[in-house]
């Protein structure tokens, strides 16, 4: 296996961020790319920094979908990226809320944003240099998860995601 290198990485929260949060995204039927997504998960690449997504998917306790649906969902995603000439590097995702109606996924979890919990085990399996790290996030929940593990957090209120990754994080084309 070859050693991975140390370098920054861009945490990138899922809905509302790389696509648009049309409420509890689980599917094809109602999945839609932010603009410019791609093009910004690529432009990180491109760059020198790891990608990651860190996505909170509550629906999964709230009996809403299942972990394969929002696998198989992801799978799209990975290809759509893979054709485009981009990659995630990894993904984390939190199926837990204390109010979910799925008897296993009803729990406080420090993975739920705003618990940094998601990051921190990204950074266990990859060697991140924090400092020059940023998570992309839409709600006040990724600010917080992005304090808690001290990578600058970085607030997308929408608009074309390509030019805000350029205007916010150093050396991205």
Known sequence: MTERPERPAVFF???GVLNVDHGYVSSLANFEWIAGAI?????VNEAGYYAFV????????????????MQALHDHMMEEF???????DDWRHCPFHPEGTIRHFRRISDWRKPGSGMLEDLMKFWPVTVEKSFLIGDKDSDM??????????????????????????????
């Open 82 to 88: 893979k054709k485009a000439g981009a990659r995630i």
């Open 39 to 43: 093009d910004a998960v690529r432009a």
């Open 13 to 15: 929260d899922r809905d």
């Open 144 to 173: 917080q998860a992005a304090r808690g593990a001290e990578v600058t957090p970085l607030l997308f209120t929408g608009g074309n995601l390509l030019d805000f990754v350029r205007a916010n994080i150093p050396g991205v084309k």
């Open 54 to 69: 860190a996505t909170n998917q509550s629906g999964i306790a709230r009996g809403l979908y299942t972990e394969d649906d």
